[in-house]
């Protein structure tokens, strides 16, 4: 199989570091005979994969209906005898649809999808789900696959492959202090963290009001940290004001050292209410961190209750506050969930398995 990944996201996140993982994964399977990467030019992905030595070419991409783009996509597939175009963005979709309908070309498209948001909503975006050249479509989670159907009329096309993180990044899993002294945090207090983009259904609004009840509360000592940026970063810090809450809440910024910080968590507290699956739970396994997380999405795809972590009512703070608490006073249990939650990552999420998985059902397209 000769396999081009394509995107045109010009963002860091989840989705983004996936490509470069299965990149590096099928470098050691066989039935890969020679893979390539086209992204936008001077986006993370492009400059990763450059700096990793990836088979990556640039495209300037203006608009996901840029006919000259098209074009490229078409004259790349031909010259390198692709087998299969797996699209991962959804400008990319749209272009990858334009090449293959008006440039003609004989690749499979197989699209990989990790938005629970509908496609349904104008003509050509429903079309372009149902274009006859999109052999598959490969979600990150059922809840994925449940909000397509309103879209895709063959809901045999849709499959699920989970998140996948790299156990080799997440090698520290001792405390040593890092976050207590850059934010002169007492030493007696445990950290409380989320990392996390500040948009709207990351709903930071409930964590917010989470920590508000714990605070009150007082059972433990703790100073609280969000990790990230995003659009909703100033109404974000606007709130914590209101809540008289600046000297519990920690706004750490956009961190590139999170294999170092988040083994610092006592416990990672994340609210979102329409993840996909939420990848950075995962990487909370890897670390060995307690997790109390939202019963929203795909998360409990990646959380067992009451197994490898707890989950809370969706919005609801005083739940979130109840579990944390009640997580925070048991050491032993703790020690239970991450224990069972690193085996559950191992078992599911490692990029082994993942790229395996991917594999299997990008090879099936040929049969079908």
């Known amino acids: 199989m000769k396999l081009l990944q394509i995107t045109v996201s010009k963002v860091w996140r989840g989705h983004e570091q996936k490509i470069i993982y299965l990149y590096e994964a099928f470098e050691d399977n066989p039935g890969i005979d020679n893979q390539y990467i086209l992204c936008a030019k001077n986006s993370p992905v492009y400059d990763i994969a450059m700096e990793k030595k990836m088979q990556v070419t ?102 699920v492959v989970g998140s996948v993180t790299d156990v080799n990044k997440f090698t520290k899993t001792e405390k040593n202090g890092l976050l207590h002294k850059e934010f002169n945090i007492p030493t007696d207090h445990k950290i409380i963290g989320n990392i996390a983009e500040f948009t709207g259904f990351k709903d930071h609004y409930t964590w917010i009001d989470a920590v508000e009840e714990l605070v009150k509360r007082n059972s433990f000592k703790a100073t609280y940290i969000l990790v990230g940026k995003g659009s909703l970063e100033k109404d974000i810090r606007s709130y914590v004001s209101e809540k008289n809450l600046e000297d519990h809440i920690v706004f750490a910024g956009f961190r590139k050292d999170i294999p170092k910080i988040l083994p610092e968590f006592d416990l990672f507290m994340f609210t979102s209410n329409n993840e996909p699956t939420g990848g950075v739970l995962i990487e909370a396994y890897a670390c060995r961190v307690p997790i109390v997380a939202a019963n929203a999405g795909g998360i409990p795809e990646v959380i067992v209750h009451n197994e490898t972590g707890l989950l809370a009512e969706v919005g609801n703070p005083i739940d979130f506050a109840d579990k944390v608490e009640y997580l925070m006073a048991k050491a032993e249990l703790q020690k239970e969930f991450t224990e069972n939650g690193y085996q559950y990552l191992i078992d599911n999420f490692t990029k082994k398995v993942i790229a395996e998985k991917m594999y299997k059902e990008l090879n099936s397209v040929f049969t079908s």
């Open 58 to 159: 640039g495209l300037d991409v203006s608009s996901e209906y840029n006919f000259k783009v098209a074009k490229q996509i078409s004259e790349f597939v031909k010259e390198h005898n692709i087998d299969i175009v797996f699209i991962h963005s959804s400008k990319a979709h749209t272009l990858a649809v334009i090449s293959h309908l008006i440039f003609k070309h004989s690749a499979h498209l197989v699209l990989c999808r990790t938005l629970i948001k509908r496609v349904d909503t104008n003509f050509f975006r429903k079309w372009k789900y149902n274009y006859k050249g999109i052999k598959k479509i490969i979600c990150v989670s059922n809840p994925v696959v449940d909000v397509l159907k309103f879209a895709v009329k063959d809901h045999s096309k849709m499959c």
